[in-house]
């Protein structure tokens, strides 16, 4: 290792954001210092560390300037369609028409997060009736109600059925306050019984082609609704063109997991990792410029790795992540315990895998929403777990709960089991609090132990 | 003669009787459950009950995807090994033809399970012999049901769910309540037509598939529901309705606490209760095509809080509610329960009644606390 790429405070990656603007570096008109979001409320800025690069601002402006595109896509006359739950599909297909824009609501599942808890958006969803009883996807709730957030969306789906009972229960809160929604059925994925015809999905799990076909008729019911509120035709040609466009942000992506989880020294960091991954589920309302901010990360790798320079000491232990992590602190703190990201699985792996564009348009758009981890079998999710974890060299396997989330608990076991059983690794469950602070010195115990663990065993 | 064991209303028993095969709808006991089954933080007690005593009481058991808990514990019992085990996918959505076709599938899909169970593949009239027989039962129990207790008439459906012909084991002597005290959904409550054969044609689903359910207010501020007279002068204590989950053996102490507190059941709108009854066959249509029939009797009719939108409770609530003239509702839920967890706030909304979220572990030891927190809610109500 030639140097390490030190990660840097949020009062130093502003300076780099102001040296870059002061020196013409070519920069989007939404990049700037992130001290202007804290000024807004996004107080857990302050106490997050980032990676050390111009991919990095621009990552973090286009991430915390979503809302104002959403803004000036209403201003703009464009129609904007609140996605919810299926992390992947909707989305595709919205941005196939010229124009409208699609975004998660879900996405307010981070908010508390970001603000600290000075958004009240638990409140508003505790005065709905929607308590910590539920995942704090509530905040979701809270958003639409105080609307200081994002834009009520002209369009509302949800996908229900094998998905997430918290979800289905805010989003059928929502309805009840006069939120209309386009309900959609998501079957629980099974495995095809003898004799049954069958279809392996981008991803590789297998499922009967009856479930695509129901899928599929259920998306046919999604492109009606968006060819109505866009006024024009959503055809098979401009599905397919709108399929390509995702695959395009797919592999930039796939590759860019590829390498900053398996590479050596780390040329990424956990934090912007996992932010990069979720511009896959809805272009963070910008499909073109998503690729961008991915092309130039992986540009950034590419350059770490020329010059054998990473963010992390060679030899950290290698995690495989799954769930998404409430507090996205938490991604800093995994490294700071001596460990590195090698694998993740936040839930929408469905997202990341490329969709078939050899398929008539909607059958493929049915076979990955199939595809989601969360409407199959835990075993399912955990055979993907185990086969990525051993692509990428994990080392041992942090399953992170989500506080409230009825899911959680029994898939989290099972989900263990069968990584010790096939992998033979090391597993460690968290619960991981929106503002994780007060848990602090029991989650850095636990990843501290891991990682000493994970150390140990390379002794052997 | 095999038995399966099953917990969801959305199974039907006749579908499986008709194969040859012994339908226990099983009530499980929490304080029997095996600390083995799954981690005990985050894992709904009554799933964890079911899971463990239906593991070892059947020949095979037949779980819903009507909650994440339960979908989640098959998988678990799977894993197991010790038991066949089948997940019934039930659509959440219930609007549209697909939904229904659906359903349909995974009844017959159920069928070829239990014919691999031992069972048989029925034929038309068996089907609808059985059907009819289940149908007359079950129009026995529901007369039954009005002249008991609240605790009386819940033990007799757990006890018809079990096989149990209606009138055995009937209100021992003493307990009857006034006449009418007990409310537990219509005697013959109006189809939703959600699921009809008719709807399963693309022509008949055209104008339910554009349908946005609406907000219902249950009782506008003009139209609060009066008490029928007959009920003022027939039965004491403060008029209940309870809705919510699954009841598990033992919790009919719900019942006595209630009443013990001054109150009185007028609704038990549990999903162990007469909510979730299946519609009465038509008898034509049996004829005609008893399948489709069932689809329509089960998934067109009971009303949840898990279907999306969840439009046929609250129908179901404003008709009911109306008729038992409750004056207060107790959401009945294990912990971990999201749907009905999220129910109580709009009840009170939709109803404009007092309502007691009870949230319950299955703890025998923990009760009083549920019992103190009903006797508190009835000295509100009196």
């Not at chain 1, 601002?57 to 703009?76: M, V």
């Not at chain 1, 989900?415 to 090391?426: F, K, Y």
């Not at chain 2, 209630?258 to 007469?274: H, Y």
């Not at chain 2, 129910?343 to 030891?365: Q, Y």
């Amino acid at each position: 290792m030639t140097g390490t790429a030190k990660r840097l405070t949020m009062e130093a990656f502003d300076r780099l954001c102001r040296r870059h603007l002061a020196a013409g570096t070519p920069m989007p008109g939404y990049a700037g210092p992130l001290a202007r979001h804290v000024a807004d409320g996004d107080r857990r800025l302050l106490k997050l560390e980032y990676d050390d690069s111009a991919a990095a601002l621009r990552l973090w402006s286009f991430l915390l300037t979503e809302e104002e595109r959403l803004h000036a896509a209403r201003a703009a006359g464009m129609k904007i369609v609140g996605a919810m739950k299926d992390l992947g599909t909707v989305p595709v297909m919205a941005y196939s028409l010229p124009n409208v824009v699609a975004f998660y609501p879900d996405g307010a599942w981070w908010t508390p997060c970001v603000m600290e808890l000075s958004e009240g958006l638990f409140g508003i969803a505790q005065s709905l009736g929607l308590g910590d009883a539920l995942c704090p996807v509530r905040a979701m709730a809270g958003a639409f109600i105080n609307q200081a957030h994002f834009p009520i969306p002209d369009l509302l789906t949800c996908s229900v059925g094998a998905t997430c009972d918290d979800f289905s229960a805010v989003a059928q809160r929502l309805e009840s306050l006069g939120h209309p929604i386009l309900w959609w059925e998501m079957p629980s994925r099974r495995r095809p019984e003898s004799g049954e015809a069958a279809v392996t999905l981008p991803g590789g799990f297998r499922a009967p082609a009856s479930q695509v076909a129901v899928v599929r008729s259920e998306l046919e019911r999604i492109r009606d609704a968006l060819a109505a509120l866009a006024g024009s035709p959503l055809g098979d040609v401009e599905l397919a063109a709108g399929i390509r466009m995702a695959n395009r942000v797919r592999r930039i992506l796939g590759e860019l997991r590829s390498l900053a989880y398996t590479v050596e020294p780390c040329p990424m960091p956990a934090l912007e990792m996992l932010i990069a991954e979720m511009l896959a589920i809805h272009f963070c309302s910008d499909r073109a410029e998503s690729v961008a901010v991915l092309s130039l990360l992986l540009q950034e790798v590419h350059t770490r790795m020329a010059a054998k320079r990473g963010v992390l000491p060679t030899g950290a232990a290698r995690l495989f992540w799954v769930n998404p992590v409430a507090d996205l602190r938490v991604m800093n703190l995994l490294e700071d315990c001596g460990a590195r990201l090698c694998g993740t699985e936040f839930l929408f792996c469905h997202a990341l895998d490329e969709i078939p564009e050899d398929l008539p348009p909607m059958e493929s758009l049915a076979s990955m929403a199939l595809a989601d981890p969360m409407v199959g079998p835990s075993a399912d999710r955990a055979a993907r777990i185990v086969r990525d974890a051993r692509a990428f060299g994990a080392e041992a396997v942090v399953i992170s709960r989500i506080p409230g989330a009825s899911h959680c608990a029994l898939e989290g076991t099972v989900i263990g089991r069968i990584v010790r059983e096939e992998l033979g690794l090391p597993v460690v469950e968290l619960e991981v609090p929106p503002v994780a602070d007060p848990m602090w010195p029991t989650l850095k115990t636990r990843l501290d132990a891991l990682v000493e663990t994970v150390l140990e065993r390379r002794k052997r | 003669m095999k038995s399966v064991v099953y917990s969801s209303p959305f199974v039907p028993a006749e579908w499986i009787a008709a194969h040859g095969v012994r339908p226990m709808r099983l009530r499980p006991d929490p304080a029997a459950a095996l600390p083995s089954t799954g981690p005990l933080m985050g894992v709904c007690p009554y799933a964890r009950a079911f899971t463990s005593e239906a593991g070892t009481s059947a020949g095979a058991v037949i779980f819903t995807t009507t909650c994440d808990q339960m979908r989640r514990a098959a998988e678990w019992l799977s894993l197991e090994g010790t038991t066949p085990v089948f997940l019934m996918n039930v659509p959440a959505t219930w609007q549209t033809p697909a939904a229904a076709r659906l359903y349909r599938d995974e009844l017959q899909r159920l069928g070829r399970f239990l014919v691999a169970l031992g069972g048989a593949e029925p034929s038309r009239d068996r089907l609808a012999a059985t059907m009819e027989t289940y149908d007359a039962r079950r129009r026995l129990l529901r007369g039954d049901l009005a002249a008991m207790t609240a605790r009386g008439a819940s033990e007799a459906i757990a006890r018809f769910d079990l096989g149990e012909e209606p009138g055995n084991g009937g209100p021992p002597p003493g307990t009857a309540a006034p006449l009418m005290t007990l409310r537990g959904g219509s005697p013959d409550p109006p189809r939703r037509n959600a699921a009809s054969s008719q709807s399963l044609t693309p022509a008949g689903a055209a104008g339910r598939e554009t349908r946005r359910a609406k907000t219902e207010t249950l009782r506008s501020p003009t139209s609060h529901v009066e008490e029928p007279a007959a009920h003022k002068t027939a039965a004491s204590g403060a008029a209940v309705a309870v809705i919510g989950g699954p009841l598990a053996r033992g919790d009919g102490r719900l019942f006595d606490a209630l009443e013990k507190a001054g109150g009185r059941v007028a609704l038990d709108g549990t999903e162990s209760g007469p909510r979730t009854f299946p519609a009465p066959f038509d008898r034509r249509r049996l004829r005609d095509d008893p399948l489709m029939e069932l689809v329509d009797a089960y998934f067109g009719t009971i009303p949840d809080a898990f279907r999306r939108p969840d439009t046929l409770l609250y129908q179901w609530l404003s008709r009911e509610l109306a008729a038992s003239a409750a004056r207060g509702i107790i959401v009945w839920r294990y912990v971990w329960c999201d749907m009905w967890a999220a129910a109580a706030a709009r009840l009170r909304e939709a109803t404009a009644l007092p309502v007691l979220d009870l949230d319950v572990t299955g703890d025998a030891s923990e009760f009083g606390r549920a019992a103190n927190r009903i006797q508190a809610f009835m000295e509100v109500l009196k």
